[in-house]
Protein backbone atom coordinates (compact mmCIF):
# COMPACT_ATOMS: atom_id res chain seq x y z
CA UNK A 1 0.00 0.00 0.00
CA UNK A 2 1.39 3.79 -0.40
CA UNK A 3 1.42 5.55 2.86
CA UNK A 4 0.84 9.12 2.67
CA UNK A 5 1.80 11.82 5.06
CA UNK A 6 0.65 15.41 5.29
CA UNK A 7 2.90 18.33 7.10
CA UNK A 8 3.01 22.02 7.18
CA UNK A 9 -0.31 22.59 8.32
CA UNK A 10 -1.23 25.54 10.47
CA UNK A 11 -2.76 29.06 11.61
CA UNK A 12 -2.14 32.06 9.42
CA UNK A 13 -3.50 34.99 8.79
CA UNK A 14 -5.58 36.23 5.85
CA UNK A 15 -3.28 37.03 3.07
CA UNK A 16 -0.30 35.05 4.50
CA UNK A 17 0.97 31.94 2.63
CA UNK A 18 1.36 28.12 3.52
CA UNK A 19 3.35 25.16 1.67
CA UNK A 20 1.47 21.60 2.23
CA UNK A 21 3.98 18.33 1.88
CA UNK A 22 2.90 15.03 0.93
CA UNK A 23 5.21 12.49 1.20
CA UNK A 24 5.14 9.05 -0.15
CA UNK A 25 6.48 5.81 -0.49
CA UNK A 26 9.56 6.16 -3.02
CA UNK A 27 7.94 2.53 -4.59
CA UNK A 28 5.15 4.25 -5.26
CA UNK A 29 4.01 3.55 -9.30
CA UNK A 30 4.92 5.84 -11.76
CA UNK A 31 1.75 6.20 -13.13
CA UNK A 32 -0.15 7.33 -10.29
CA UNK A 33 -2.35 10.53 -9.82
CA UNK A 34 -1.62 12.59 -6.72
CA UNK A 35 -4.29 15.44 -6.05
CA UNK A 36 -5.32 17.35 -2.92
CA UNK A 37 -8.60 17.89 -1.51
CA UNK A 38 -9.96 19.63 1.25
CA UNK A 39 -13.22 19.32 3.66
CA UNK A 40 -14.37 22.19 5.76
CA UNK A 41 -16.51 21.45 8.64
CA UNK A 42 -19.83 20.91 7.86
CA UNK A 43 -18.71 20.90 3.84
CA UNK A 44 -18.11 18.09 1.50
CA UNK A 45 -14.65 16.64 0.47
CA UNK A 46 -13.66 19.34 -2.19
CA UNK A 47 -10.86 18.70 -4.90
CA UNK A 48 -8.29 21.38 -4.71
CA UNK A 49 -5.89 20.20 -7.34
CA UNK A 50 -4.54 17.43 -8.88
CA UNK A 51 -1.35 16.08 -10.42
CA UNK A 52 -1.09 13.74 -13.01
CA UNK A 53 1.90 11.19 -13.92
CA UNK A 54 2.86 13.10 -17.12
CA UNK A 55 3.41 16.32 -15.04
CA UNK A 56 0.14 18.17 -16.11
CA UNK A 57 -2.20 19.86 -13.57
CA UNK A 58 -5.47 21.07 -12.58
CA UNK A 59 -7.10 23.09 -10.39
CA UNK A 60 -10.56 24.09 -8.86
CA UNK A 61 -11.64 27.14 -11.01
CA UNK A 62 -11.75 29.23 -7.45
CA UNK A 63 -8.18 28.70 -5.88
CA UNK A 64 -6.52 29.25 -10.02
CA UNK A 65 -3.55 31.92 -9.40
CA UNK A 66 -3.28 31.29 -5.61
CA UNK A 67 -2.53 27.75 -5.19
CA UNK A 68 -0.30 25.65 -6.78
CA UNK A 69 0.63 21.87 -6.87
CA UNK A 70 3.83 20.53 -7.93
CA UNK A 71 6.52 17.07 -7.01
CA UNK A 72 9.89 17.39 -6.50
CA UNK A 73 12.17 15.96 -8.77
CA UNK A 74 12.57 12.53 -7.00
CA UNK A 75 8.81 12.26 -6.92
CA UNK A 76 8.53 11.45 -3.15
CA UNK A 77 7.24 14.58 -2.19
CA UNK A 78 4.08 16.65 -3.53
CA UNK A 79 3.64 20.02 -2.34
CA UNK A 80 0.55 22.45 -2.25
CA UNK A 81 1.59 25.93 -2.28
CA UNK A 82 -1.45 28.43 -0.84
CA UNK A 83 -0.68 32.35 -0.93
CA UNK A 84 -3.23 34.80 -0.36
CA UNK A 85 -5.22 32.56 2.36
CA UNK A 86 -8.59 33.29 3.05
CA UNK A 87 -10.74 32.65 6.06
CA UNK A 88 -12.75 30.34 2.88
CA UNK A 89 -9.92 28.16 2.87
CA UNK A 90 -9.77 26.97 6.48
CA UNK A 91 -10.56 23.19 6.15
CA UNK A 92 -8.67 19.67 6.77
CA UNK A 93 -6.46 19.50 3.67
CA UNK A 94 -5.65 15.77 2.74
CA UNK A 95 -3.09 14.42 0.22
CA UNK A 96 -4.52 11.54 -2.50
CA UNK A 97 -3.28 9.27 -4.45
CA UNK A 98 -5.32 6.80 -6.94
CA UNK A 99 -2.80 4.03 -7.59
CA UNK A 100 -4.07 2.17 -10.68
CA UNK A 101 -5.27 -1.41 -9.86
CA UNK A 102 -6.17 -3.09 -13.35
CA UNK A 103 -8.95 -3.56 -14.50
CA UNK A 104 -10.81 -2.38 -11.88
CA UNK A 105 -9.33 0.99 -10.80
CA UNK A 106 -7.97 2.70 -14.19
CA UNK A 107 -7.65 6.58 -12.10
CA UNK A 108 -9.41 7.63 -15.24
CA UNK A 109 -12.16 9.17 -14.21
CA UNK A 110 -13.36 12.97 -12.54
CA UNK A 111 -9.72 14.52 -11.08
CA UNK A 112 -12.21 15.99 -8.45
CA UNK A 113 -14.16 13.08 -7.18
CA UNK A 114 -13.55 11.59 -4.19
CA UNK A 115 -13.99 7.99 -4.74
CA UNK A 116 -11.35 7.99 -7.56
CA UNK A 117 -8.52 7.93 -5.24
CA UNK A 118 -7.77 4.47 -3.68
CA UNK A 119 -4.99 5.99 -0.93
CA UNK A 120 -5.62 9.30 1.66
CA UNK A 121 -3.22 10.64 4.10
CA UNK A 122 -4.26 11.28 7.22
CA UNK A 123 -5.22 15.16 6.87
CA UNK A 124 -3.39 18.88 8.12
CA UNK A 125 -5.50 21.67 9.28
CA UNK A 126 -5.21 25.07 7.68
CA UNK A 127 -6.88 27.46 9.73
CA UNK A 128 -7.52 31.17 8.36
CA UNK A 129 -8.08 34.41 10.41
Known amino acids: DVQLVESGGGSVQAGGSLRLSCAFD????????MAWFRQAPGKEREGVAS???????IYANSLKGRFSISQDIAKTTLYLQMNSLKPGDTAMYYC????????????????????????WGQGTQVTVS
Open 26 to 33: AYTPANVR
Open 51 to 57: LASDGSS
Open 96 to 119: VACVPRYPVIRCGGPWSDPSEYNF
